[in-house]
């Protein structure tokens, strides 16, 4: 009923696909103000939403918005493992035999009106995650909405690939043979998206709508202390199931609390067929390794490098590295951590610039973004857990201890939430060839590792090192010279790494574009899935045939 709708814009998704070009299937939305905002969140207090199988168990949700600092208070119902299954189990015919059109068209649908309340989704994003508004309504809301449509598309354009029916012929010695044959996908079965706490959107909308498209029931677990955005989700592909007149049980959420964990139980369970992970990489490399017959998608984190060689304007690339360091408050598994210094300082149009002058350079960048408090907030947001401010806290005072501190992650005033969780990047400068060791794999938070180094060669060696040893989502390098970028993407390739050079504009270096760019490679520690490839989406279904002769043709 609703693919019809819809089929123009999922047509252009799918050539989006095809060339890799700009493209986008949804307007900008929005942001509200903040008294707005407050106003939107607060509708849900004392709220519970019930949003699986039936089930007599409840759990308000540990949700304290890090802007107020006060309990969002929303309770959810909380199936066990055997409830949440059985209801899973329950739907997967009807969900099956719907067809590809009806269930992509459901998908379709619920997109649509998660945009038109785009609104209500920034609020509530905004104060579960931490994401400033500007950033909840693009980065969790249009482009998250187009990751979904950019899988939706995917799954459509794979699983139509092959006719439903053919008519077969061939001679065999003095005689034609005629067969009718038939070609149905078949989902693998019940899928589990497990969500991240700081980016719960532009993860789970590609997995959860891959799977219902090609037919699969899911379960959606998010992060305990970051629920209500993924609920809200949730009940908008509830309602549209219920009125494509399939069981709104196709898709459930599933709650749980830290204190008692279900993902690791849900994931080993034999009826869930596959898994969608996004958060640490130690619980991403156990599922990796000890859920068998079960088919496993992740997305973790790694050390993103960046590697300054040469640039034309050393104002103008500094300013974008601190936007990049500051963004989200450095909670975007696309954020640079490691950034190379060679011993001869940066080369520029107007010289080389030495190496001090250069981490002034940034430092004051950096300075620049966290004295403008507006921009500061529409930049940085909050950190989305208490957690995340100790360790960068503790992190600070070792380096000052052990004399490399360079910033200390200091708060910036925010012009609406005085007691937001607030930080600007800490930046730390080691020389490894010192015996000062970088820490292994990902700091979680606003943390830059500013790193001596003789030259972009050992450089380059030394960051690829590092994702061969730890993985890396995004790479990064400023060099002037095609041939050494060349060079260097060659290598960054080897080691199973993307690569992007030179980015000093209005947008973000952390972008990545729906339809064109594929973020995670699946050749590194940093995760085995690739958003969206055709990999992403075809192992979810498999196709069975039945043939018939027919006689006398």
Known sequence: MFFETHLELLQAAAEANRTRTAWTGYAPVTPPDAAQSDALVGAYDGVTLRLSSPTNSVITADEVSPYTGKSLNVSYSAPSVDEALAGATATATALRDAGIERRVGVCLEALHRIHRRGTEFAAVTSHTTGQSLNMACSGSGTNALDRGLEAVAMAWSVMTRVPEHVRWQQRFGKSDV???????????????????????????????????????????????????????????????????????????????????????????????????????????????????????????????TVVLDSVSDLTAAMRTLAGGLALFSGQMCTTPQNIYIPDAGVRTDDGVIARDDVIAALMSAVDDLAGAPRRAGAVCGALQSDATLHSITALADAAEASGTLLRRPAPYAHPDYPQARAVTPLIIRVDPRRGEALPDGEQFGPVAFLVDCADTGSAVEHATAAVRSHGAISSYLYCTDDAVVDEVADAYADAGASLSANLVSSMPMQFAAAYSDYHVTGLNPAGNATLTDESFVAGRFRIVQDRRQIEGV
């Open 178 to 304: 005629t067969l009718q044959k038939r070609f149905r996908t078949r989902p693998l079965g019940t899928a589990l998206v497990v969500a991240c706490a700081s980016f719960p959107a532009w993860n789970a909308y590609p997995a959860i709508l891959a799977n219902l498209a090609t037919g699969n029931p899911v379960l959606v677990k998010p992060h305990p202390r970051s629920v209500l955005a993924t609920a809200l989700a949730v009940e908008v592909l509830r309602e549209v199931l219920a009125e494509a007149q399939l069981p709104a049980d196709a898709v459930q959420l599933v709650v749980d609390t830290a204190d008692a964990p279900v993902a690791g139980r849900l994931a080993t369970s034999p009826e869930v067929r596959i898994v969608d992970f996004t958060g640490s990489p130690t619980f991403g490399s156990w599922l990796e390794n000890n859920v068998p017959n079960t088919l496993v998608f992740t997305e973790t984190a790694g050390v993103n």
